[in-house]
């Protein structure tokens, strides 16, 4: 049986490390969140003056169960970060760390950009199809 040549793995490990710390890198975020007041269900328990209990649609967020953290864009779903890779780290989703983005939140590697320009058309495209998911589905299965 073979063993683990584990100064060759750190060898490999440490070459990777060296070709990406330092590297500003791009992100795509999402800018919304859970709303604070229905917890992301969309709906709250509601009191009358009788007594009667009801649950309606939440009125922070009309229901959605999400609020959008930038209020003057309230189309924008997503949007472009500017990070800089600080580590290699195997634990995290994209197996690596950053300087300012926690890499424990569970980012993707295809949200990961060292192109600002790709960055933010990818991000174009993913405002679009969050705001026209309806039509770009009946397209797809037209
Ligand atoms: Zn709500």
Redesign the pocket.
Known sequence: MNEIDVSALMREFRAIENKTIGKIIYIIIPVVAQ????????E?DYVSCSGEKYCIS??????????NCDPENPETKFKVITDKITGVDLVSRSGLRFAHFDSNWGLVLENIYFDKEEAQKACDRKNYEAVHWKELLKEKYK
């Open positions: 709303c604070p007041n229905c917890h992301g269900s969309g709250v939440c009125p922070v967020c009309d229901g959605k169960g999400e609020v």
